[in-house]
């Protein structure tokens, strides 16, 4: 069974903090990803991975970053955390075989920024 | 246009009814589909995955693309209240900058027993 598990289910912080939200992945999957959720929004691509340091933005990489120093964990960083990132934060992974196709997703984390 | 539009519903059907869920797209270039489930407060789930035109059935589950009409459906036979969920499409091409998996917003589903 392929697992996908987040550091947190639930995280507040405070405007202007620095977050870190971790991803691991057991399945030895070249891919992964990081989405944030929103009602009315969906899901939206915040960064993805190929390979381990190889980085790609997605459609809202702004105030982000990512980490890859391994093949088995993604980290997505919030440099100067704000209300406005207050979401849904979703990692998800797939293998090589398949592309960016089949991802597999984490539990997901519930950001607060007061 | 939006890529990918799907009705976000609510929808409420009883126990055992056939239900129809549905996206359109317009990037001719999609031609992987996939259904995901997300449970409440869970990450989503894939529960289907297929290829360019035509069906596939998995249990009580069968997903059809029509390439020709850009339309995608998720069929569920004898719906059961544990099918109660949020349904996401997802749908990419291949090569280029079509490799990113574009969803739609997702159709809140519950099931009545």
């Known amino acids: 069974d392929v697992k996908v598990t987040q550091s947190s289910r639930y995280l507040v912080k405070r405007t202007g903090e620095k977050v870190f939200l971790e991803c691991v992945q057991d399945?030895?999957?070249?891919?992964m990803f990081w989405y944030r959720q929103d009602p009315g929004l969906g899901l939206r691509l915040i960064y993805f991975?190929?390979?381990?340091?190889?980085?790609e933005k997605g459609d809202i990489p702004e105030g982000y970053s990512v980490s890859r120093e391994k093949k088995e964990r993604f980290s997505l960083i919030l440099e100067s955390a704000s209300t406005n990132q207050t979401s849904m934060y979703l990692c998800?992974?797939?293998?090589?075989?398949?592309?960016?196709?089949?991802?597999?997703f984490g539990p997901g984390t519930r950001l607060t920024v007061l | 246009q939006k890529e990918v539009e799907q009705d976000p519903g609510p929808l409420s059907v009883p126990e055992g009814a056939i239900v129809s869920l549905n996206c359109t797209y317009s990037?001719?270039?999609?031609?992987?589909f996939m259904w995901y489930r997300q449970y409440s407060r869970k990450g989503p789930e894939l529960l289907m995955y297929?290829?360019?035109?035509g069906n596939k059935e998995d249990g009580r589950f069968t997903a059809q693309v029509d390439k020709s009409s850009k339309y995608i459906s998720l069929f569920i036979r004898d719906s059961q209240p544990s099918d109660s969920a949020t349904y996401l499409c997802?749908?990419?091409?291949?090569?280029?900058?079509?490799?990113?998996?574009?969803f739609g917003k997702g159709t809140l589903l519950t099931v009545n027993p």
């Open positions: 998800a992974s797939s293998p090589i075989e398949t592309g960016y196709n089949e991802q597999f």
């Open positions: 399945m030895d999957h070249e891919n």
């Open positions: 991975s190929y390979d381990v340091k190889m980085k």
């Open positions: 990037n001719s270039a999609f031609q992987y």
């Open positions: 297929t290829y360019s035109s």
């Open positions: 997802a749908m990419t091409g291949s090569g280029g900058s079509n490799y990113k998996l574009t």
